[in-house]
């Protein structure tokens, strides 16, 4: 999708409303050559078409893409293992304060495990 038409779409909506991909908030946008982290995959579009428009494909490694950079909570907890999450607009909050939770086990686990490596690189050779 072009940015023009992205932009044409947006507009229709609430400018208030929340914007996500995958169901994660856009952290920034990021202009990237076509061919950065792979090549770029573009589908093709009928526009006389109803509903699913999408008529081919191409792959392509010149020009430029606008890559939308999304985050979820886990991936930022990754960094902020402490990072405060607001679930009171939840009508159930208990599934997802069980994911949080997770999300904070696994990152506690994995610098544990990092700290005894780093404890075991670090310690001198105990010869018997």
Do not use: H, M, T, Y
């Given at each position: 999708m072009k940015a023009k038409e992205l932009i044409r779409q947006l507009q229709q909506?609430?400018?208030e409303i929340e914007v996500c991909v995958d169901n994660k908030d856009i952290y920034f946008l990021e202009p990237k050559p076509a061919y950065w982290d792979g090549k770029l995959q573009l589908l093709l579009h009928d526009?006389?078409?109803?509903?699913?428009?999408?008529?081919?494909?191409?792959?392509?490694?010149?020009g430029e893409k606008l890559n939308i950079v999304a985050l979820s909570i886990e991936d930022v907890i990754w960094n902020v293992p402490d990072l405060p999450v607001?679930?009171?607009?939840?009508?159930?909050?208990?599934?997802w304060a069980g994911r949080v939770a997770q999300y904070r086990a696994d990152v506690n686990a994995c610098l544990r495990k990092i700290e005894l490596e780093k404890a075991k690189k670090n310690a001198p050779d105990q010869q018997p």
């Open positions: 909506f609430d400018p526009p006389s078409k109803r509903g699913w428009s999408i008529v081919g494909a191409k792959v392509v490694e010149k607001d679930l009171s607009e939840l009508r159930s909050q208990e599934e």
